[in-house]
């Protein structure tokens, strides 16, 4: 139906800088919004940003200011630009996408398979 696939995350020191991908693919028609998340060992999975069809962007107070998102859609791909990276975003982190099949009908999510981010101190 729908195939997220991300890319880019690795081991980097606090301060530095790495760069997400995520590439879509399928039924990727009527996408109401994409975002990242991520999930520390012990930790539930959180919301990091998201950005809807229209351009709307929303980031967790956590990495405001440090991290952005965008898109390329024309490339079907979602971006994760995190700058000044802190040892407490060391995560497993997940692209997701929401869309609906039919206009009015609930919104599904899917996901990726996640990349490793690891900040080391």
């Known amino acids: 139906q729908v195939q997220l696939v991300e890319s880019g995350g690795g081991l980097v020191q606090t301060g530095g800088s790495l760069r997400l991908s995520c590439v879509a693919s399928g039924s990727i028609s009527s996408i109401n919004a994409m975002g990242w998340y991520r999930q520390a060992p012990g930790k539930q999975r959180e919301l990091v940003a998201f950005?809807?069809?229209?351009?709307?962007?929303n980031y967790a107070d956590s990495i405001k200011d440090r991290f952005a998102i965008s898109r390329d859609n024309a490339k079907n791909t979602l971006y994760l630009q995190m700058n000044s990276l802190k040892p407490e975003d060391t995560a497993v982190y997940y692209c997701?996408?929401?869309?609906?099949?039919?206009?009015?009908?609930?919104?599904?999510?899917?996901w990726g398979q996640g990349t490793q981010v690891t900040v080391s101190s």
């Open positions: 997701n996408l929401k869309k609906r099949w039919l206009r009015d009908s609930p919104l599904i999510d899917y």
């Open positions: 950005i809807t069809s229209g351009g709307t962007t």
